[in-house]
DNA sequence: CAAAGCTCCTGACCGC
DNA sequence: TGCGGTCAGGAGCTTT
């Protein structure tokens, strides 16, 4: 399930692999997936050089010397493998759901493995991309200069449903999924059924604070799996083994005493873990 | 306008 | 062992 810190982390590996590097040929397999893949995505990148690479949200934007661009979003499943010579027999096997291979002018080949296809990749200009949907409506980057209590609680004082659901709201903080909404509500001591505008001013400091921690610690964790190309198997890193309360019903929290367990509800059709007695 | 519900998809898991 | 049912959730769309 990438969030933000599983974005991020392949965003970065991405950014090792294709600095200073152009296409050299892309091969797509499958274009049916959340959005179609534009006809011509291969002819517009095809050869152009690799100018920057941006995360935005659970986003990753790709543009070339030329202006051309492309989005990245891996959905609920998509995996990123790179490899360093795409000559070798690993890189030259398929996998099942491996859609796009973009093999790169220094011999490196970058896969995109979706079997949900929830995912997307689809075409953008550089030119005011950030005006263009979905990055006009998003909110804030909560890793970002910007991101504080004020701005929370202005983001929060319009908005009734529960605090949780209004987390994952990408309008209100960009990156945020199901995982770390729960984390960061357990360590701001937030009921995730509170409503969001109902917060006081000390709650949205500690809830501000509480995001930014799980999700630089998340990381500092994703990073960890790295090795020297993405060792992207694309997966959380090691930071499910840090999780507090996700996916932990019925066990105690990591502040619990004997009577005290770790509750799974279902909000806006998704599971919510946390624990009644530290979370008020 | 906000908020809730529905949908897309496949793999993992469970019980029999 | 295989098979059917359930669950997982990001985001865009529809409904309330």
Same mark, same amino acid.
């Given at each position: 399930?990438?969030?933000?810190?599983?974005?991020?982390?392949?965003?970065?590996?991405?950014?090792?692999?294709?600095?200073?590097?152009?296409?050299?040929?892309?091969?797509?397999?499958?274009?049916?997936?959340?959005?179609?893949?534009?006809? *011509?995505?291969?002819?517009?990148?095809?050869?152009?050089?690799?100018?920057?690479?941006?995360?935005?949200?659970?986003?990753?934007?790709?543009?070339?010397?030329?202006?051309?661009?492309?989005?990245?979003?891996?959905?609920?499943?998509?995996?990123?493998?790179?490899?360093?010579?795409?000559?070798?027999?690993?890189?030259?096997?398929?996998?099942?759901?491996?859609?796009?291979?973009?093999?790169?002018?220094?011999?490196?080949?970058?896969?995109?493995?979706?079997?949900?296809?929830?995912?997307?990749?689809?075409?953008?200009?550089?030119?005011?991309?950030?005006?263009?949907?979905?990055?006009?409506?998003?909110?804030?980057?909560?890793?970002?200069?910007?991101?504080?209590?004020?701005?929370?609680?202005?983001?929060?004082?319009?908005?009734?449903?529960?605090?949780? /659901?209004?987390?994952?709201?990408? /309008?209100?903080?960009?990156?945020?999924? *199901?995982?770390?909404?729960?984390?960061?509500?357990?360590?701001?001591?937030?009921?995730?059924?509170?409503?969001?505008?109902?917060?006081?001013?000390?709650?949205?400091?500690?809830?501000?604070?509480?995001?930014?921690?799980?999700?630089?610690?998340?990381?500092?964790?994703?990073? /960890?799996?790295?090795?020297?190309?993405?060792?992207?198997?694309?997966?959380?890193?090691?930071?499910?083994?840090?999780?507090?309360?996700?996916?932990?019903?019925?066990?105690?929290?990591?502040?619990?005493?004997?009577?005290?367990?770790?509750?799974?509800?279902?909000?806006?059709?998704?599971?919510?873990?946390?624990?009644?007695?530290?979370?008020?």
């Amino acid at each position: 399930m990438p969030e933000l810190p599983e974005v991020e982390t392949v965003k970065r590996g991405l950014e090792t692999a294709l600095q200073n590097n152009s296409f050299d040929h892309i091969k797509i397999y499958r274009r049916d997936l959340r959005i179609p893949i534009p006809a *011509n995505l291969e002819q517009r990148l095809n050869k152009q050089a690799i100018k920057n690479i941006i995360r935005r949200g659970k986003y990753i934007v790709v543009f070339t010397q030329t202006g051309e661009g492309f989005v990245l979003h891996l959905g609920m499943s998509g995996r990123i493998r790179i490899y360093q010579d795409k000559l070798t027999a690993e890189a030259q096997a398929r996998h099942k759901h491996d859609h796009v291979i973009f093999d790169m002018q220094n011999q490196q080949r970058v896969v995109f493995n979706d079997p949900r296809r929830f995912g997307m990749l689809y075409s953008v200009d550089e030119q005011n991309w950030e005006q263009q949907k979905p990055f006009s409506d998003m909110g804030i980057e909560p890793l970002g200069n910007h991101f504080n209590p004020a701005y929370l609680a202005n983001a929060l004082s319009s908005k009734k449903s529960p605090i949780k /659901s209004a987390l994952l709201d990408q /309008s209100v903080i960009a990156g945020i999924g *199901n995982i770390y909404a729960c984390e960061a509500l357990y360590y701001a001591g937030i009921d995730p059924r509170r409503s969001a505008h109902r917060l006081n001013e000390n709650e949205t400091a500690k809830l501000c604070t509480a995001i930014r921690e799980v999700l630089i610690k998340a990381i500092e964790a994703g990073g /960890s799996s790295l090795r020297d190309h993405v060792q992207t198997d694309g997966s959380l890193g090691y930071f499910q083994t840090q999780w507090a309360v996700y996916g932990r019903q019925h066990e105690k929290c990591p502040a619990c005493h004997d009577n005290c367990r770790i509750q799974r509800i279902t909000q806006s059709g998704r599971s919510t873990f946390y624990c009644p007695t530290q979370q008020q």
